[in-house]
């Protein structure tokens, strides 16, 4: 309360007022509910033939632009990165007392761990089927390793064990790549594969396996993340 | 096709409850001392904004905002001010 | 009622960025801030995927047995971009969070009046 009254908080309330009321006059303009976007139609119309996935979410991100998500998974590389730099060389000086996980937690997160990678596995194997992907399963698999940290005492994630898969993965992902502009095509990613059967599990040519590539790459990364984050204050 | 809004319309009404909770939550992360408490009504506008996403018929990204913005991000800040301080001067 | 279903989602997006803003400008503790960053984060792929939104349309995802035209779907190119945002952001955000760890260790505060110029 105390800062919002104060000559600052009138500045920025008086600054982000003109901010606010420029966004909106310029987002009245846009008609909510007719979008009118061209690449937009296009993928619609003919993603089901290009690519065979039905999920057209799915097709647009590994398949029209599978470069941006290329590029967007080496931010992700380059952000964990980073963060492990910084925290490298982090000093405890307070030693905690930890508490132990209650039995409730404890037994919940024996029994909820493989299920919850089970349904991360789920999500990205089903991607170009059904909602879900590479990355919400990778999420969803970064997250059952928190469930660890807060359940489980003890277990850790080995740091080794994650590069290797996160590695492993990005470098299939540009071999992936690399391999489409060999056999399939003239452009880097193409879909080289049969494109199978509409609605079957094994179908969409590579989809399936880009976004088997990136689910584990994003577990990994997420992991390693809440790994090297929870590490010192151990 | 244009379907025109109904007086009354179900899901419009869901949609308004909704992002008045999640601006209610959101201007209650200003007021809170307790970084724990701001934390977790940051995890409920990434919960209203699922929903939001839903009803925008966009279930990728519903599905990705419910496991990152409301499971991961909240764990991550809470590993943050477990390993800094709790309460905002 | 014609406003609500108009506006009622490009106010839901404008008001986080608001909010998001504010308290990145004038909040002084940095896990604030951060929090801040993610609430602007928010409200901006909010508003992205109601600009791809079609009245009365389902999402574009084919299925057996359904009847779906390209027509009647919705815009799929915000929600790829949104999808990889959320991700981008909750790392780019863990991130954020390590430098506030490292300010605090060598500093012991999260002030950030206290940590020297960096705020007006």
């Given amino acids: 309360m105390r800062d919002i009254l104060s000559f600052r908080g009138f500045v920025a309330l008086f600054l982000l007022g003109i901010i606010v009321a420029g966004i909106s006059s310029a987002v009245g303009q846009i008609p909510f509910g007719q979008p009118d976007s061209e690449v937009g139609q296009l993928y619609l119309e003919n993603g089901l033939q290009d690519t065979g996935a039905p999920n057209l979410v799915t097709s647009v991100v590994a398949g029209y632009r599978a470069l941006d998500t290329l590029g967007e998974v080496v931010v992700l590389f380059v952000a964990a990165t980073g963060l492990s730099a910084v925290l490298a060389t982090s000093k405890r000086r307070v030693e905690r007392e930890l508490e132990d996980a209650s039995l409730v937690l404890k037994t919940g997160c024996r029994i909820f761990f493989p299920l919850i990678l089970l349904f991360g596995a789920y999500l990205f194997i089903h991607g170009h089927l059904t909602p879900g992907g590479g990355f919400q399963g990778g999420a969803v698999i970064g997250s059952a390793f928190l469930l660890v940290y807060l359940g489980c005492s003890g277990r850790r994630v080995s740091a080794d064990a994650a590069g290797a898969i996160e590695s492993l993965s990005g470098f299939g992902f540009v071999f992936l790549g690399l391999l489409g502009l060999l056999v399939g095509g003239s452009y880097f990613l193409s879909n080289f594969l049969p494109k199978g059967d509409l609605y079957e599990l094994i179908s969409a040519g590579i989809f399936p396996l880009i976004y088997i590539l990136i689910g584990l790459k994003v577990g990994s990364e997420f992991a390693g993340i809440v790994d090297s984050m929870i590490e010192e204050s151990k | 096709m244009t379907i025109t809004a109904r007086k009354g319309d179900p899901m419009i009404i869901i949609a308004t409850v909704t992002v008045f909770f999640m601006l209610g939550a959101a201007v209650s992360i200003f007021f809170f001392k307790d970084l724990m408490n701001a934390v977790v009504a940051s995890s409920l506008v990434s919960l209203t904004a699922t929903v939001l996403f839903f009803l925008l018929q966009a279930p990728d990204v519903a599905m990705a905002e419910a496991a990152i913005g409301v499971a991961l991000v909240t764990g991550i800040f809470v590993i943050a001010i477990r390993r800094t301080e709790r309460f905002e001067k | ?120």
Wanted: aromatic content about 10%; overall charge negative.
């Fill in chain 3, 1 to 120: 009622m014609i406003f609500l279903s108009e506006y009622i989602y490009y106010i839901g997006a404008i008001g986080l960025i608001f909010i998001g803003l504010l308290i990145v400008l004038v909040k002084r503790n940095l896990i604030k801030v951060v929090i801040g960053i993610n609430v602007l984060d928010t409200g901006v792929n909010l508003f992205l995927i109601s600009s791809g939104y079609l009245k009365g349309g389902t999402a574009p995802i084919y299925s057996p047995g359904s009847d779906a035209a390209p027509s009647t779907m919705v815009d799929p190119v915000p929600q790829a971009l949104v999808l990889t945002a959320i991700v981008i952001g909750a790392s780019v955000l863990a991130l954020a969070l390590s430098l506030g760890i490292k300010l605090y260790d060598h500093y012991e505060t999260l002030d950030l009046e206290e940590i020297r110029g960096q705020r007006w």
